[in-house]
């Protein structure tokens, strides 16, 4: 969960490094965009992403089809 110091009063996109289980706000903001599909995804909601590839992704489905795409997909 990211605190109000972490996200800023910046209402734009935010800038953000993937970890592990973590992330780290770069740049202040209330949304990152989804890799697959360009929609708006608000950090708080921000559940699946690809530490490798630095990608955010809306949806288990919009990341399932990313691994199709580089062909990682089981």
């Not at 989804?34 to 590839?53: M, P, S």
Request: aromatic letters at 8%; glycine letters at 10%.
């Amino acid at each position: 969960m990211l605190g109000r110091y972490d996200r800023g009063s910046n209402n734009g996109e935010a800038k953000v490094e993937f970890g592990d289980g973590t992330m780290r706000v770069i740049k202040p903001g209330t949304f990152v965009r989804c890799a697959v599909t360009g929609e708006a995804i608000h950090l708080d909601a921000l559940r699946y992403w690809n530490v490798d590839r630095q990608e955010a992704y809306a949806t288990p489905e919009a990341a399932m089809q990313r691994l199709k795409e580089i062909g990682r997909a089981p």
